[in-house]
């Protein structure tokens, strides 16, 4: 990132700032593994084809044969890489389960790409949005490219729209302090999330899921509360240095997570966790199949199918389809009985009541337990292992044994440290409007006495094991 910003001062060319950015976007992608770079240029190429042929063609037919290539070649990428080799273990065990004898297709075991549901995604909204009249196709190669590659965010997200990022591709960057220190602040927000939060409550998630079975209720809820915190400091802590890191270089990347553990509702943790793909699937998934305009049968319907898909992306396996599943189930439910349909950041005038409040807290305690009980189910891959703690999950059984718990090999005061700091910025954020917003207004020594103390906690607090981000498996 220093590199691209020493570059960028020097390169006041728009055209040229857009190959550097490019090239730094390619060479960042082939430092894990060049051979995959050949993807994302296969997909830029047939993208910008599709869309050239999309707005150039003069009947629909021809838009949407255009538009079926675009959308076949994506998600054909992704079933190759990311689930012919589940597909096909899947097949070998019904069919030993019922012939018996040998396994029928042979074993396929590909290495799975980094980001390809991201920039297969962001790259298909492309030509959708084109197909539906809702932006003018991008006559620049170079431009597109960058929109499909840009290295901040190229790995996990956020899943950018082409109608809000290739618009800031036509000016020409201009690095400015204000953008550089914002940026730096919302990195460093993120660096705190990534590396002294979740990979520091890693190894417990861990070692309570590597085993589960006969672990007590009490060790399989901390484990769900665990693994609830650290992906959601990993999977948010990439996004704030995504976001951070854009922003340096002057670009405005939307945000991907806003305080989901505060929602009320179901619907309303899907507005907050993972923006970018929640709206994805809301804008291109389920509002084609029809969205709530259908009848209330077909809603739930629509609302369930987009959801099991929803868990599919996330990964090649059972679990993830239960997890979108169970989601797609609640929020049916929900709609079903009303819930969930306040609207978002609406509060009353007037000062809510015991009873009110009491009521809130309650509706706040069960869905926090329900997001958490989904939590174990896209945790825990091994079947066996998932009906257990589902159950154990669902059916407290009070033993508190700490010798049952099996946390011998983890520091209890590191745990509890944890747990108890991010549930206290999590509080302190959502009621401030987010501590990001409060260190853009510091100046001077005061941003800098944060920065070091910040900086201190990094060293001192830095794991010894290297644990990569949760979402660069999807």
């Excluded at 005038?349 to 958490?372: D, E």
Aim: charge should be positive; charged fraction near 10%; hydrophobic fraction near 50%.
């Amino acid at each position: 990132m220093v590199a691209v910003l020493l570059c960028m001062a020097f390169v006041r060319t728009h055209m040229l700032q857009i190959v550097l950015l490019l090239a730094a976007s390619y060479i960042f992608y082939m430092s894990w593994n060049p051979t995959f770079i050949l993807l994302i240029l296969f997909s830029t190429v047939n993208d910008y084809v599709a869309g050239l042929g999309i707005a150039g063609s003069k009947t629909r037919r021809a838009r949407v044969c255009w538009l079926l290539m675009s959308c076949f070649t994506n998600l054909g990428l992704l079933a190759v890489f990311k689930y012919l080799g589940f597909f096909v273990a899947s097949v070998n065990q019904v069919w030993l389960a019922w012939y018996g004898g040998s396994a029928v297709l042979p074993a396929v075991a590909l290495t799975l790409p980094v980001g390809i549901s991201f920039f297969t995604f962001q790259s298909m909204s492309y030509t959708i949005d084109l197909f539906r009249g809702e932006i003018k196709p991008e006559r620049s190669f170079m431009r597109f490219a960058l929109y499909v590659a840009f290295f901040p965010q190229l790995v996990a997200g956020p899943i950018l729209r082409s109608k809000e990022f290739i618009p800031q591709l036509r000016s020409v960057v201009e690095l400015r302090a204000e953008n550089l220190l914002q940026g730096c602040n919302q990195f460093l927000v993120g660096l705190v999330k990534k590396v002294i939060i979740a990979d520091n409550i890693a190894p417990l998630v861990n070692q309570i899921f590597a085993a589960p079975q006969g672990s007590p209720s009490a060790a399989i809820w901390l484990g769900a509360l665990a693994f609830g915190i650290q992906i959601y400091g990993d999977f948010s802590g990439y996004s704030d240095m995504a976001i951070g890191s854009a922003r340096m270089l002057g670009f405005h990347i939307p945000r991907n997570f806003n305080f989901p553990y505060a929602a009320r509702s179901i619907t309303d943790f899907w507005r907050r966790w993972h923006i970018s793909l929640s709206t994805w699937l809301r804008d291109y998934l389920y509002i084609p199949l029809g969205g709530n305009r259908k009848g209330r049968t077909a809603t739930y319907r629509n609302l369930f199918v987009t959801m099991a898909l929803g868990g599919l992306w996330h990964g090649a396996g059972l679990n993830f389809i239960v997890w979108g599943m169970y989601h797609g189930a609640l929020l049916a439910v929900e709609r079903s009985v009303g819930f969930g349909r306040q609207k978002e950041g609406v509060r009353s005038a007037r000062p809510a009541s015991f009873w009110a409040r009491g009521k809130t807290l309650v509706v706040w305690l069960l869905i926090q337990y329900l997001v958490f009980l989904g939590w174990v189910i896209f945790r825990v891959h091994n079947w066996s292992d998932l009906t257990y703690c589902v159950r154990k999950y669902v059916f407290f059984d009070f033993n508190f044994d700490p010798g049952a718990m099996g946390l011998s090999g983890t520091n209890p005061f590191v745990t509890v440290g944890i747990i108890l700091v991010f549930v206290l910025l999590h509080a302190i954020s959502y009621r401030s409007n987010g501590l990001i917003h409060h260190l853009n207004r510091l100046r001077g020594f005061q941003l800098g006495l944060v920065w070091m103390v910040v900086l201190l906690c990094l060293m001192f607090l830095w794991p010894t094991g290297r644990t990569a981000f949760i979402y660069f498996q999807f």
